[in-house]
């Protein structure tokens, strides 16, 4: 088997049966692909980590997206909006470290106070940092005219998880609506490439339904659209969510963990260049979840400087780890990890995914 799986990394281009068969890639054989992901990554993007300090703006959502602890849905929730002051501040903490991105993150809504309110918030932020920090959005779909907005308001980035690129599976874990429509989803992505944004996109590892053909279509369905970026993690069950009847039938978490890690890097070999996020939600599997994500391909961290009062209500899914000090402490100790993983971290730099610049040329 040792050999295939040799050989077929070592292809120029690889179909959805090459991907098909290293997803299914046994221990051993799956260190050969981690192997292989490192080399990739030190040759197009080097051995470098950025930080990218997440802000959960709100968890207030218009959607009702049936895995997603946050849903319309849920009542069980305390909703909450970060204010003014607050993010601010968060975004001095990134500055003082001289981390070059932050994430503003929040359920999805495009009423107009809302609307209007990041975009003067995006304006405070580009007065305080000065351009020496770059703003990534994940905000939900928009319209272009609001992508535009935000964009000169000082957004360069922007994340828009496509979840599945399997419409039937797509319907599955969503409501079949207006609101959660596939095709628009997918439009999302196109729009904010044309808006001049960075563009991001992920999938959840590990649904119900979901085979190893999906997570393969979902790999190449992301070098189709041409992305920038990348955040993908395994899918954790919450009580509170229609899904979570089927956790029965889901594959062992553990599995999913190594699957995601798969994910990373058979993206890293797929697509070299692009920006991939060591997504939280392997940290809620695995404590050093994150810095394995980095030693297979990952190049981004996100650690959470919203403040901690609001930690707990921002509940996607279960086990997501609760109260996490982003203390000094902690961020010594992720050097440390990242450092273990053979990285080293960027500091002052934006980190702008190499592939965009490629792309723009
Ligand atoms: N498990 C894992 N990831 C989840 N997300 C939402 N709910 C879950 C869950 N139960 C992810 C989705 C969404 C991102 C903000 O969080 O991919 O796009
Ligand atoms: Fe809202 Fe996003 Fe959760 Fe869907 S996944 S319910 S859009 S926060």
């Not at 030190?42 to 602890?69: A, H, P, V």
């Not at 970060?82 to 001095?92: P, R, S």
């Not at 060591?278 to 404590?287: D, E, I, K, M, R």
């Amino acid at each position: 088997m040792q050999e295939t799986i040799s050989r077929i990394l070592e292809k120029e281009n690889l179909t959805k049966e090459d991907l098909v068969v290293l997803l299914s890639a046994n221990e051993a054989d799956t260190e050969l692909i981690f192997k292989k992901a490192a080399q990739v990554k030190k040759k197009y993007i080097g051995n470098y980590t950025y930080f990218r300090g997440l802000i959960e703006l709100s968890n207030i959502c218009s959607k009702n997206c049936f895995y997603c602890g946050i849903r319309r849905g849920n009542k069980n929730v305390h909703r909450y909006t970060v204010t003014d002051e607050e993010v601010l501040k968060a975004c001095q903490y990134a500055l003082d470290r001289d981390w070059g991105s932050i994430v503003i993150q929040a359920g999805e809504r495009q009423d107009k106070i809302f609307v209007d309110r990041v975009e003067e918030l995006l304006k405070k932020i580009t007065d305080l940092s000065k351009d020496k920090i770059g703003v990534t959005l994940s905000l939900g779909e928009q319209t272009p005219e609001v992508l535009k907005r935000w964009h000169e308001a000082g957004a360069t980035r922007y994340l828009v998880r496509i979840e599945s690129s399997n419409e039937d599976l797509f319907y599955k874990i969503h409501p079949q609506d207006e609101l959660h429509n596939f095709q628009k989803r997918k439009q999302a992505l196109i729009d904010l490439q044309n808006a001049g944004y960075m563009t991001g996109t992920g999938v959840m590892i590990g649904l119900p339904f979901q085979t190893l053909e999906d997570l393969a279509d979902d790999l190449l369905f992301m070098k189709e659209i041409d992305i920038d970026m990348c955040g993908m993690g395994p899918y954790i069950e919450h009580e509170d969510t229609p899904l979570y009847e089927y956790k029965n039938e889901l594959i062992p978490l553990e599995e999913r963990y190594k699957l995601t890690l798969k994910m990373i890097a058979l993206l890293r070999i797929l697509m070299k260049d692009v920006n991939i996020a060591s997504a939280t939600a392997l940290q809620a599997v695995n404590p050093d979840g994150r810095e394995e994500g980095i030693r297979v391909g990952a190049n981004v961290i996100m650690p959470n400087i919203t403040p901690i009062k609001y930690h707990s209500s921002y509940n996607l899914y279960k086990g997501k780890p609760e109260i996490v000090p982003e203390t000094d402490n902690y961020i010594a100790q992720l050097e440390k990890q990242i450092a273990e993983a053979g990285d080293t971290v960027g500091y002052g730099e934006l980190g702008d995914p190499v592939h965009f610049k490629n792309r723009i040329k």
